[in-house]
């Protein structure tokens, strides 16, 4: 093996211990070549940074059989001298004394030509895309994200709780479901009233895809104090849009004794925290992404441009905090602001009603221009499972509204909700009563009522989807690109 | 808020800044409640640390009602002076000024009371069973070893990769898969000729759960450099043992650039890396859990009892370098051994077998007393992406045996194959023969060759199952005990 990976390469070319003078072998994937009269330049890059290294061979020095196997795409090992780079934008170079040549990449079939490939067409050609700056950029970004993740969660005390993936609970009712069966697909065995006898597929009874793994992370929190997890979940939603996935990760840690004033003190130290570690270790990704998305931002119209560059975004996000307030009081907010006095929400505000993006949006990049917390939302539009207020909510004018819950949505400028939590009912009579109200049956979810028959306590959690994360901190705009694979209706290739 | 983990408290009593005269609140469930003349000691422990703290009251001081609620596994809040503990066994303990009951736990109902309970009765109850201390010393655990590798790859220049969970492909043939769908159960769309129409399923074909990463890993690695995986995968066999589960977790890592022996080396030493940092940071949880194969080891006979102790056979493997050797010297060691000889094998041993269970342990436990990674396996006993050797395997009499290929399996003591790897066959024409041969169709992974037509490298990787990892660390006996919520057939209830 003994090569050396060219970001480590090119970091020990800033420090003391230059290796320039010494011989290295590099390895990778051509970017591009270049021929001048003297010389041949190529730019080799191993997907260890996004920074190529530049390999010079002296005209005529190479054979020209290798020469022409050697184009964007083809896989080369390089030995040579590492010597101070002539060019500009870039302190080293390699001066190629031996060239192996692994791979080669037909120019006629390869389909990543050095030029400017739409979205749409390398999505068609997602297990090629990581080949690119733009992909290579977002994956190891994507990778450092999820690193943070971990490293916060443990340095705080948290243990990571691997719930399961097959669910034969729908309880949450947070979506449609995929089923998971091994019965014969056309004739499945069927019962005497014409049901299929689930009794005779893998696990004994229906089973799914899970869309969350919090109630049994509540299990985990209420014996090991504080867990989370970090894994894949599902939704078979319908839905072709730049924001949905049907297989996504989520992180969702869960907290014994915390309230809901712990939950948003978390939250909010947590995201600030992973983004900062982003910034801190994907400098080079973020700025040539930073720097894609000027270039992107040039071809729109003026009213259409950011407001913020993405590092500034990311500067903002860190920098500020975020602002806390109910509901209630955003829906005050809301009637009050020019949009709804001019009618330019699609949707009527009013109290009671599921936030629109129109309206978070709204909240988050015109009045505040800052995060928001929103908390305290009604009991009607929320989770069985969130804590009941003691009291309903009532307007500055003494209105008395409905019932409300102490849930909390973190919303992030362009990506609306990032964050969706609550503090867990931890009152065995409510918690039976509430799923009564709503059509869940106890007796289907005994074990979760169990943490409450047995040594309840206040706790709480909350879930974070990877993918928004990764979009934010990507400055991308559709879901799909910020996931190795994506699924989605009528998507399932690689 | 405003509580101390009882792992913070403990460690604070250990250094220079002793909280022994300040008053503080720790909150957590009731693992016993003693009452002597004189005073009522009660051991609280809150899931951050195997240890409990003990609170004391005075006689008297606690009103009989309250009392009367604390029992076992109800949850507490306790705050008090903290003062040194007149008793062995802990530096300090709690004076109750106050205490706050979150949650009873009625001594008639509560299934987790102050004494021994089977791990079969506790696998009935695994949404209790984290309340246990060797269950959440084993959580605790698998946590160390998951935070462990996530480190250890990040700390390697390798990029964390969320390889696809549904999938289109069976192409690695690995075992029967679960389907995923959406489609009528009972009456589901079917195609003229009588097949189930998949174009109408929520993928537009037919869907499965994923049996390995490793595929869509190689696109990674082919990109990024270095790459791993780290989530579930599943195998739909109705194999009721101690060593299957239906769903579990996995990690594949996939190196650009590595041979054979790069692939050992890193599989070497990232498994003893990780073990290293569980024993550095579970000392707690493994002396419980130590203690506690001790004890189980008394009540069997001699002949059945463990050689080593588990802290011991971690540091064995730790300590010691992997013996290394190809399966066909393997081969020869088996046919010489005295088992062999004395027909005690139950599966005879010659060139081209399977390996069984009884074989490796021989070869790990009885032969080299150390682990052991075997290469170069029989071509035909292996995947289809693994490279090809150019010479087939020779006997030291100069025998030929058939062609071999590059794999390599790690074997441990106790568990067996721990680690299976290879380098893969990085030429296109060699692999599409291969493919052929096997009968797997090579359009329908075209995306995986595509890795071989443009910029092919040679390059390796190998998986890893955590639970296997999990089970050899804590030294429990079954794969359902040491992943929190086990699916298995006929099982699937959490």
Redesign the interface.
Known sequence: ?S?L?I??LLKAATGVDSPVGSTATV????RTKRESKNAVFIALN???TIQNIQAVAEAGQLPEVTLKLITT???L?ITGQIVESQGSGQAIEIKIAEVVI?????PE??P?QPKRHSLEFLREIA??R??TNT??AI??I??AL??AI??YF?DH?F???????????DAEGAG?M??????D??K?P?TED???DYSQD????E?N?TVSGQL?GE??A?????IYTF??T?R?E?SNTTRHL??F?MIEPEM????L??NMNLAEDFVKTVIRYAIQHCADDLAFLDNRLKEEDKTKKKEEQSELGLLEKLQFVINNEFVRLTYTEAIEILISSKPAKKGQFQFEVKWGIDLQSEHERYLVEKHFKKPVILTNYPRAIKAFYMKQDHEPATSPRGEVFGPTVRAMDVLFPGIGEIIGGSQRE?DLDKLVARMQEVGIEPEAIW??L?????????HAGFGLGFERLVLFVTGMGNIRDV???P?A??????
């Open positions: 093996m090569y990976p970001k480590q390895k990778g994937w051509v191993d997907g260890s795409g083809s896989c090992s692994y791979g080669t990449a037909d079939k390869y990543l297990h090629l990581p080949r992909f290579s994956l190891r994507r990778h999820a690193f971990h490293k443990n005390g243990f990571y709780l691997n719930t399961p993936i097959i669910t034969a609970s449609e995929f089923r998971v069966t091994t019965l697909a056309i499945p069927l014409g049901k299929v893998f696990f004994g009874r089973t895809l049994e299990l985990g209420m014996a090991l104090g504080k894994g894949p599902f078979a319908n049907a297989e990760w014994a004794f915390y309230e004033e712990d931890e074990w979760y169990d943490t409450r028959r047995f040594g309840t306590a206040p996931i190795p694979f699924r209706p009528k998507t399932a290739e690689f």
